[in-house]
């Protein structure tokens, strides 16, 4: 029996290739493999490909932010599909007639790219059962199950729970199992209470890499591979929607799959684990890469660390291992905020960590975020002074209501109706303005890449002076400080001659800029 697991593309203002990896695909490969399926995996976002679409009606009003703009100080220009156009899914399934596709729905926004390739195969073969899973499907079952393309959803983790509703298609049997959802023939829906989890990580397979075409995923030059030493994540962060029961994998475990990628080329390795530093092996982790790599390898956190337990000998441990750059989650410098959002962290840990980091040359960025319930203005302001003269790069990160989060149901009517506008929850189109204007969540956007680009200069001074990029740079700079505004760039040949058009934002209030510059220091 042939099945097909898909990863499909997304439709966005932009897309972080480091996410491309499709590690959760991998381990349901595996484990099919290893009992005589066969197996093919298409990662539709692996080859990279962009094509500019058609903004959509519903996201109208950000053409006030996002338009054409060559500045080194941007938001986004257009909008796009990443990865691969439909005709050649429908292509490749064609291709491969499998009899079972599972495809996966990780992001509420991103849910009609799933429901597209159910859709595409069932057209090409009414025969083909379609499985759907992943978070959406985990978070909101009824939803997926309304889609007449859909013929079962796995909530959960669901490496054991896909093996065992593909013997059941085999036998020509399907039973009700733990995390299975699906319509009757009389056209019920049952819904399955329970979420499938892997209790025991040491379990699972070693990924098998040959799944994919492992040499496509880079990290600066190098074949880059994602690993996991843990799942879940007890903090209950009122944001978030991660809340199972935290796992760990042991050290032994992980030396054996780091062995296994190293073996097939691979020196870079991103540690996808939501709270890598609460597994308890991590130190041990950390002592074999430098032992056992002997600095041959790097290593990066794809969703950050916690600075909570990071001491003095992980932090110089780290260094060792390679590692090449860090996110750290500062949410906001507010402690009230910060309780609010159920932040365990305290500041002072996570800017004592990124000083010792800014001392060995590995760059931080600060992530915090904009636009949260109950947060004024003011108080972003305040952020973004605060994290200005610290050793960090500033990462925003516009609020939106993640499903089933505490803060979701906190706020279910004054958000989005999930079922019907799905398309919004997402970062870029800052749907959600609740305490602070949307103008003034992108001027808070903007002035952090343009305090970033200050932040080069401080710590490259001569890497980029030649640029144009740079020498653009510096116009729109002294034109902020000396005129409170800022502005877009747009090129034009006039005459066979390359100019510039400068146009200002409208969306910027000089009187803000005045807040939030007067005095700042950046460092």
């Given at each position: 029996m042939k099945v097909l697991l898909i990863n499909p593309p997304i439709e966005d203002f932009f897309f972080t290739p480091q996410r491309a990896y499709p590690i959760g695909l991998l381990y349901l490969g595996t484990v099919l493999k290893e009992e005589g399926f066969n197996?093919?995996?298409?990662?539709?976002?692996?080859?990279?490909?962009?094509?500019?679409?058609?903004?959509?009606?519903?996201?109208?009003?950000?053409?006030?932010?996002?338009?054409?703009?060559?500045?080194?100080?941007?938001?986004?220009?257009?909008?796009?599909?990443?990865?691969?156009?439909?005709?050649?899914?429908?292509n490749r399934i064609r291709e491969y007639r499998p009899d079972i596709i599972g495809v996966s729905s990780n992001f509420s926004a991103y849910f009609d790219s799933s429901l597209e390739v159910c859709r595409i195969a069932k057209c090409l073969?009414?025969?083909?059962?379609?499985?759907?899973?992943?978070?959406?499907?985990?978070?909101?079952p009824e939803l997926a199950l309304n889609n007449k393309y859909v013929d079962f959803l796995l909530r959960g983790e669901a490496e054991y729970g896909l093996l065992n509703l593909c013997r059941d298609i085999k036998r020509g049997k399907v039973r009700k199992r733990k995390g299975l959802c699906y319509k009757n023939p009389d056209g019920k829906r049952h819904i399955s209470k329970s979420v499938l989890l892997v209790n025991d990580l040491n379990k699972l397979p070693i990924i098998d890499r040959s799944l994919i075409n492992y040499k496509n995923y880079r990290f600066k030059g190098n074949l880059s591979a994602s690993i996991l030493t843990s799942r879940g994540c007890n903090m209950g962060c009122s944001f978030c929607a991660i809340n199972e029961e935290f796992r760990y994998r042991s050290a032994d475990n992980v030396i054996k799959e780091l062995e296994d990628c190293y073996s097939l080329g691979i020196r870079h390795f991103n540690f996808e684990d939501d709270n890598i530093n609460f597994n308890p092996d991590f130190e041990k982790i950390l002592?074999?890469?430098?032992?056992?790599?002997?600095?041959?390898?790097?290593?990066?956190?794809?969703?950050?660390?916690?600075?909570?337990?990071?001491?003095?000998?992980?932090?110089?441990?780290l260094v060792r291992a390679g590692l090449t750059h860090l996110d750290l989650s500062v949410a906001s410098c507010n402690k009230s905020l910060r309780?609010?959002?159920?932040?365990?962290?305290?500041?002072?840990?996570i800017f004592s960590?990124?000083?010792?980091?800014?001392?060995?040359?590995?760059?931080?960025?600060?992530?915090?975020?904009?636009?949260?319930?109950?947060?004024?203005?003011?108080?972003?302001?305040?952020?973004?002074?605060?994290?200005?003269?610290?050793?960090v790069f500033l990462g925003p990160s516009i609020f939106y209501p993640v499903a089933e989060s505490k803060m979701y149901r906190s706020l279910k009517e004054a958000v989005p109706s999930l079922e019907k506008d799905y398309i919004f929850y997402r970062s870029s189109?800052?749907?959600?303005?609740?305490?602070?204007?949307?103008?003034?969540?992108?001027?808070?956007?903007?002035?952090?890449?343009?305090?970033?680009?200050?932040?080069?200069?401080?710590?490259?001074?001569?890497?980029k002076e030649k640029s144009d990029s740079f020498t653009l740079g510096m116009v729109l700079l002294k034109?902020?400080?000396?005129?409170?505004?800022?502005?877009?760039?747009?090129?034009?040949?006039?005459?066979?001659?390359?100019?510039?058009?400068?146009?200002?934002?409208?969306?910027?209030?000089?009187?803000?800029?005045?807040?939030?510059?007067?005095?700042?220091?950046i460092k």
């Open positions: 197996v093919k995996i298409i990662n539709c976002l692996s080859e990279y490909k962009k094509k500019t679409l058609k903004l959509p009606e519903e996201f109208s009003y950000l053409k006030r932010y996002y338009h054409p703009n060559i500045s080194p100080f941007k938001l986004f220009s257009h909008y796009y599909r990443f990865g691969l156009d439909y005709d050649e899914i429908q073969d009414k025969e083909i059962t379609t499985i759907l899973g992943g978070r959406v499907p985990t978070q909101t002592d074999f890469i430098i032992e056992g790599f002997k600095g041959e390898i790097k290593i990066s956190f794809m969703n950050g660390i916690l600075s909570l337990g990071i001491n003095r000998t992980l932090r110089e441990k309780d609010k959002m159920h932040r365990r962290e305290d500041t002072k840990t960590l990124s000083k010792f980091l800014a001392k060995n040359n590995i760059p931080t960025t600060a992530h915090f975020i904009v636009g949260f319930p109950g947060q004024r203005f003011s108080d972003a302001i305040k952020d973004i002074r605060s994290l200005a003269k610290k050793r189109v800052a749907y959600y303005d609740g305490a602070i204007s949307r103008d003034r969540i992108f001027l808070i956007f903007y002035l952090s890449r343009i305090i970033n680009f200050v932040k080069e200069l401080l710590y490259s001074p001569h890497s034109r902020l400080f000396n005129e409170k505004k800022i502005y877009s760039i747009q090129k034009k040949q006039i005459d066979g001659k390359m100019c510039y058009n400068f146009k200002e934002e409208t969306f910027v209030s000089p009187q803000d800029i005045k807040r939030i510059l007067n005095g700042l220091d």
